[in-house]
C-alpha cells in the first residue's frame, strides 16, 4: 500500500542552524500539507501546498519557513535558522481528495 | 477559544467496553469532521471522515456530527486493547481537507 514517506525519522540540529525536511508523497496526490506537533500538544497546520504555490498558511509559518517541490516527487519545508522552540515533530500530508495521509513525522530536535 | 475542543481524557476502559469520544467546535463553517488515531510517535491515521451532519459507520466504528450543535463524535464498539491510542477529532472548511483544525486528542487505554 502506497504511503506518505519521511526523511530523517530524527534531526537533531543547533540553534541558528538551516534544517530541511523531506516528504515523499504518495504520486496520484494533488494537495501536500506541513503540519507539526510539540510534545504533548495538538498537530498544528501550518502549510498547504496545491499546484507548486502555497495555497494557505498559518501564522506559525513565518519568514524563516518555506516549502518547495522541486522535482515533482520530493516536498520539503526549510526552517532557515532554527530556534529552540521549532523543536517537534513535524509530518507531511497528501491527499486527493478528502481524505488526508499523514506521513510517520521528522522528529527535529534544536540545541 | 479553540475551535476545536475535545474531551481530555485519558480514558481508560475494559476490553469489549464501548468507548465515547467527543469533540465539539465553534466555527459553523467547518463542513468535513475527521477521526484520527495517532499512535505513540507516529503520524495521524485517518479512521473516518463525515461531511456535515449524520452518522458514518465503518465496522467498530461510528462518527456522529451534529452541526446544530457542533458536536463531533467517535464511538468504539467492543473495544480491544490495539484500540489504546490517542484520538485526535479535526475539522475542515473544504473537500481537500485544507486547513484541518485538530483537537488537543483523546488518550486511550483498552485494558485486557
Known amino acids: 500500500e502506497p504511503e506518505v514517506t519521511q526523511t530523517p525519522s530524527h534531526q537533531v540540529t543547533q540553534m541558528g542552524q538551516e534544517v530541511i525536511l523531506r516528504c515523499v508523497p504518495i504520486?496520484?496526490?494533488?494537495?501536500f500539507y506541513w503540519y507539526r506537533q510539540i510534545l504533548g500538544q495538538k498537530v498544528e497546520f501550518l502549510v498547504s501546498?496545491?499546484?507548486?504555490?502555497?495555497?494557505?498558511k498559518s501564522e506559525i509559518f513565518d519568514d524563516q519557513f518555506s516549502v518547495e517541490r522541486p522535482d515533482g516527487s520530493n516536498f520539503t519545508l526549510k526552517i532557515r535558522s532554527t530556534k529552540l522552540e521549532d523543536s517537534a515533530m513535524y509530518f507531511c500530508?497528501?491527499?486527493?481528495?478528502?481524505?488526508?495521509?499523514f506521513g510517520q513525522g521528522t522528529r527535529l530536535t534544536v540545541v | 477559544q479553540k475551535e476545536v475542543e475535545q474531551d481530555p481524557g485519558p480514558l481508560s476502559v475494559p476490553e469489549g467496553a464501548i468507548v465515547s469520544l467527543n469533540c465539539t467546535y465553534s466555527?459553523?463553517?467547518?463542513?468535513?469532521f475527521m477521526w484520527y488515531r495517532q499512535y505513540s510517535r507516529k503520524g495521524p491515521e485517518l479512521l473516518m471522515y463525515?461531511?456535515?451532519?449524520g452518522n458514518k459507520e465503518d465496522g467498530r466504528f461510528t462518527a456522529q456530527v451534529d452541526k446544530s450543535s457542533k458536536y463531533i463524535s467517535l464511538f468504539i464498539r467492543d473495544s480491544q486493547p490495539s484500540d489504546s491510542a490517542t484520538y485526535l477529532c479535526?475539522?475542515?472548511?473544504?473537500?481537500?481537507?485544507?486547513?484541518?483544525?485538530f483537537g488537543d486528542g483523546t488518550t486511550l487505554t483498552v485494558k485486557p
Open positions: 466555527n459553523s463553517a467547518f463542513q468535513y
Open positions: 500530508a497528501g491527499a486527493r481528495d478528502t481524505e488526508a495521509f
Open positions: 501546498f496545491y499546484n507548486n504555490e502555497i495555497s494557505e
Open positions: 479535526a475539522a475542515a472548511y473544504n473537500t481537500n481537507a485544507g486547513k484541518s483544525t
Open positions: 463525515t461531511y456535515s451532519s
Open positions: 504520486s496520484n496526490h494533488l494537495y
